[in-house]
């Protein structure tokens, strides 16, 4: 019998720009208080669950499931006013993220964004090929109208990111910087409003058909569905219409559909949540501007700290070895030092804050 041929030497080499990215990642390390990756301390409503389980049984798993989830995006439409030809749904907003970078980026174009941000917009850039072009924000994490349009114009992006409330500053955006930048008739906007319901301020009211705007959403935060990974933009009909000729076919499977669209009837249930974290986040908040450390006002899960003098990464590492973890931002672009905490349950706030208390003590 004939021996097996040997396995080539080497596998074939991946893109050779593809050397310098790591994926992003989160530390999982086990912990007692986990408040690193600003998910809901609070699991889904019982009604929505069993509600779930009654459309798994029922599912037509031989079937493909709707390649446009048409009931879900009706659903969403009627949540914010507009209709289904303006809501894209996929697997998370990532996804939503990646698609706009497959349509609008790509090799020869070019994104802008605004460090520090969340950093799957540069991430998904670079592995679509796109140029990143990344301006700074000024004192206190500001971005001034002027300092944007001025970017943009000298730039000349494809697509533009903001993420507001911003993750990891927590920080609203400024609704004219915004305007200036969609003003400047450069590129298609997006806002990425993963936190939104935590915070005063959408970009919502301002997404017209004939406005080069697109705002991105998540089921993962207030709607408590973290595991599932859902996530929609709202947009002009012309941007859903390219959204669906760069996805992949069937992307979005049945149950997630089922899902999405029988979350939006438990708004209530979500809105109450959302009252019970920001009133805890206030309260965090007041705590931390007693201790030796720089915070900054936050409009969503999640508040960034700087102890003033200690390191971040000796903080993050005795915060972990009295079973706390947070997010250490340190290594983020114009974050030295900074440390992001989720607002959990009250208790587990009122742990982070005696630990930190006693690790700066």
Not at 82 to 102: D, K, M, R, W
């Amino acid at each position: 019998m004939n021996k097996l041929a040997s396995p080539p030497s080497a596998l074939p080499a991946p893109r050779a720009d593809l050397g310098l990215r790591e994926g992003y990642h989160s530390p999982q390390v086990a912990v007692e208080v986990r408040l690193n990756t600003n998910e809901s301390p609070y699991p889904p409503p019982a009604g929505w669950v069993e509600a779930l389980g009654d459309e798994v049984r029922r599912a037509s798993y031989n079937r493909y499931p709707d390649r446009s989830a048409h009931a879900l995006r009706e659903a969403l439409g009627k949540l914010h006013g507009v209709g289904p030809e303006q809501v894209f749904a996929a697997n998370g907003s990532n996804e939503v993220l990646q698609c706009l970078l497959l349509a609008y980026g790509g090799p020869g174009r070019r994104s802008a964004m605004w460090e520090p941000t969340y950093a799957l917009h540069s991430h998904i850039s670079h592995l679509t090929g796109t140029e990143v072009a990344a301006g700074k924000r000024g004192p206190g994490f500001s971005l001034a109208p002027g300092d944007a349009l001025g970017f943009v114009e000298r730039h000349r992006p494809s697509i533009s990111f903001f993420c507001s409330p911003n993750n990891p500053t927590g920080l609203v955006e400024d609704p004219e910087t915004v305007s200036a930048v969609l003003g400047s008739g450069q590129c298609l906007t997006v806002v990425d409003e993963a936190y939104a319901q935590f915070s005063s301020w959408s970009a919502l009211d301002m997404v017209r058909d004939d406005v080069p705007l697109v705002v991105v959403r998540t089921f993962s935060k207030t709607w408590a569905m973290a595991a599932l990974r859902l996530g929609y933009l709202v947009g002009p009909p012309e941007v859903v219409k390219v959204m669906e000729r760069v996805v992949l076919p069937y992307h979005l499977d049945a149950v997630k559909q089922a899902a999405g669209r029988l979350a939006l009837g438990f708004a209530d249930e979500m809105e109450a949540r959302v009252a019970a974290i920001v009133s805890e986040r206030q309260r965090v908040v007041l705590e931390l501007s007693r201790m030796p450390v720089e915070v900054w006002p936050s409009q969503a899960n999640f508040v960034l700290f700087r102890p003033r003098a200690s390191d971040g990464g000796e903080v993050w590492h005795a915060l972990v070895d009295r079973s706390v973890l947070v997010r250490d931002t340190s290594s983020w672009p114009g974050l030295e030092g900074c440390l992001r905490v989720t607002i959990g349950l009250p208790e587990e706030n009122t742990r982070f804050l005696a630990a930190l208390s006693e690790v700066l003590a």
